[in-house]
């Protein structure tokens, strides 16, 4: 694909970006929260202490509880005529003699009650137990080169199951393997690095780990749920599109090239063999040992397809970079009509451009 048959389509199509809306910067709960996590850490024991401390508004009951008639608690409830209140026979005492209670039932003075030393012992079952061992889904996380992170998941119970992992802000789905197993390298966006997998059905599992070499790295992730035709585009140094230094989805780069300060390179997120999966681009550029000057120019394309035209699409992007606080652009689109298939709009300001000196 050229550059002339690139083209920025404006008319008709309307957008809304909003500058660092809903970026979270903490962990724990809220974290969760802004991310869509059903529970918190530590499981559901963990968000039954935590909703039996929050306070209900009265108006949120108001709307929730059907209406009832007032009650007068003044005022006596009648007793139905016909209704007789049945004498209370004598219940036996439980230090009674075996014998007494047995004879006292012949007669049908008492019933029979058990003793609690005549009831059975019930020992757990071992099948059961391994099982809910097994169910304990467990995550490790191991830091490489170039600010990466490699995640280690288990969980027997979930083969071929989907899983959200959050980081930092960022979300994208995945899918177990046969066994239960997942193993993903995941661009860290932050020294104090926590990742969580959430499984929908039952609990998730969390690993932490400090990644040295954040510093050195900027990094533009891009992110949407579904469908949504979007893509990240870096320029390299003056590269136009199609060039040696054009890094996108179709040609990502090497972390080789990474690793001696020539260029950057792509991460793609996101199982398409899930449905309405959530994805994650993410272009990585070590700028604290770049062995080049010059601009890295970066660009959001998204393009009309059969799936997105005529209507909302929406992305958010995350930037990061050495010395500076992370920036995040909330991004909502109007798409053309579906007689536009197959052109681009070219975004320009959903992340900064680089610029990049030698070290």
């Known amino acids: 694909m050229n ?3 690139r083209k920025a389509l404006t008319a008709g199509t309307t957008f809304a970006i909003a500058l660092g809306i809903g970026f979270v910067m903490q962990y724990g709960d809220a974290l969760a929260s802004r991310l869509g996590v059903d529970e918190p850490i530590g499981g559901p024991e963990a968000r039954s202490a935590r909703d039996a401390q929050a306070e209900i508004p009265e108006e949120t009951v108001a709307v929730l509880a059907p209406a009832r008639p007032p009650v007068d608690r003044g005022a006596s409830l009648p007793v139905p005529q016909e209704a007789a209140v049945p004498q209370m026979e004598a219940i036996p005492r439980l230090d009674q003699p075996q014998d007494a209670l047995d004879a006292e039932a012949v007669d049908g003075s008492a019933p029979v009650l058990a003793r ?5 012992a019930v020992e757990p079952d071992a099948a059961v137990l391994a099982d809910v061992a097994a169910c304990s889904p467990e995550m490790t996380a191991e830091t490489l080169p170039l600010a990466m992170v490699r995640l280690s998941l288990t969980d027997a119970c979930h ?3 989907a899983v959200k992992i959050h980081h930092r802000g960022m979300m994208f789905s995945a899918l177990t393997d046969a066994k239960g197993q997942l193993q993903i390298d995941v661009p860290a ?3 104090q690095a926590l ?3 959430d499984f929908a059905d039952g609990p998730g599992a969390a690993a932490a780990i400090v990644v040295p070499d954040i510093d050195d790295i900027d ?3 891009l992110q949407w749920q579904g469908d949504e035709g979007v893509q990240v585009h870096a320029l390299e140094f003056g590269a136009g599109y199609d060039d040696a230094g054009h890094v996108w989805s179709a040609s990502t780069g090497t972390p080789e090239a990474a690793a001696g300060g020539t260029g950057g390179f792509m991460t793609a997120l996101g199982d398409p063999a899930i449905s309405d999966a959530y994805h994650a681009e993410v272009y990585t550029f070590p700028s604290g040992h770049s062995a080049r000057n010059g601009q890295v120019i970066l660009n959001v394309e998204a393009e009309v397809t059969s799936g997105n035209c005529g209507r909302d699409v929406s992305a958010q992007s995350i930037q990061i970079a050495p010395q500076q606080d992370p920036h995040a652009v909330d991004l909502t689109m109007t798409m053309p009509d579906c007689d536009a298939i197959g052109e ?4 320009k300001n959903m992340f900064a451009d680089l610029t990049l000196a030698a070290k």
Do not use: G, H, K
């Not at 609690?116 to 059975?120: G, R, W």
């Not at 681009?344 to 975004?347: E, I």
């Open 3 to 5: 550059q002339v048959m």
């Open 116 to 120: 609690a030393d005549a009831l059975p």
């Open 159 to 161: 083969p071929q199951a």
């Open 189 to 191: 966006l932050t020294a």
């Open 195 to 197: 990742f969580i997998a």
């Open 219 to 221: 990094r533009a992730v």
């Open 344 to 347: 681009f709009l070219v975004l």
